[in-house]
């Protein structure tokens, strides 16, 4: 019994101790560890309990993911995260990916939180399905943009649009959300594109990672997005020459 009772506490002790790291770490409470063994060194945590972070109020939050569902999408996360070389994510400051569902940020339903600051990518398994994996590319890229504003200067972007269009002041600041591909596109894939310059880069970005040769189709029947994507290769592979697109 008493044997029982060391080992016990021993295991509480080893839990509590991990919980500690992984918030110190990460900044985000009530999380464990689902899988550490990715070879692009990738840690998945996801959410035990719903959690509150955030610098102004407390502002994100996300609820616990049913273990079914998790088991079910975790491979699809894992082969689009796989498509990242360690030595890229390293550079872009990937480090941890969280799971979890119902994520939200000041009350406004949302695909993902990126913090490059402590390498972490918060990410709702529960995000429309129908947008579900570009949607993991789209919040990489705004952590590869935080990384690298340097390279992906909003005001040559902008220059790329037609003299005439002027984006929203913030992704939040305009009714353009929707996430389905314009079938006029016009220099922009989506209604969201047009919501802001990080934003249109981030789906163009998406666009590269999970589906090229539409988006190939696309540009080039259209020399606005051709230019928006061929600025977004350049930029990416000074970050990286290596860098593999799809």
């Known amino acids: ?19 500690n790291t992984i918030f110190y770490l990460t900044k985000i409470p009530n999380l464990k560890i689902y899988e550490l063994k990715a070879s692009n060194g990738i840690k998945y945590l996801v959410a035990e309990k719903p959690f509150r972070v955030g610098i102004v109020q407390n502002n994100v939050q996300c609820d616990v993911a049913d273990n079914e569902e998790i088991k079910k999408k975790f491979p699809i996360i894992k082969s689009n995260f796989d498509k990242y070389e360690k030595n890229f994510l390293q550079k872009v ?3 941890y990916v969280v799971i979890c569902k119902n994520l939200k940020v000041s009350d406004i339903q949302t695909a993902g939180v990126p913090n490059h600051n402590v390498k972490t990518l918060i990410i709702d398994i529960g995000f429309d399905k129908r947008y579900f994996e570009r949607s993991m590319h789209h919040e990489l890229f705004h952590m590869i943009d935080d990384s690298y504003d340097n390279l992906f200067s909003k005001k040559s972007w902008i220059n790329l649009n037609s003299s005439t269009f002027e984006y929203a002041e913030c992704s939040t600041c305009t009714n353009k959300l929707g996430l389905s591909l314009i079938k006029d596109t016009k220099g922009f894939l989506t209604e969201y594109s047009m919501s ?10 998406s666009y ?18 051709n230019k928006k994507v061929s600025f977004l290769k350049n930029e990416i592979q000074k970050i990286d020459k290596k860098f593999k697109f799809d």
């Not at 802001?196 to 970005?205: G, N, P, R, W």
């Not at 590269?208 to 997005?225: F, G, Q, R, V, Y």
């Open 196 to 205: 802001t310059a990080s934003e249109d880069m981030a789906e163009i970005f």
């Open 93 to 95: 400051n990937l480090k």
């Open 208 to 225: 590269l990672m999970t589906d090229k040769i539409k988006l190939s189709e696309i540009a080039a029947n259209d020399i606005i997005i």
């Open 1 to 19: 019994m008493r044997i029982l009772f060391i080992t016990l506490l021993g295991l509480s002790i080893f839990s509590t101790l991990k919980a």
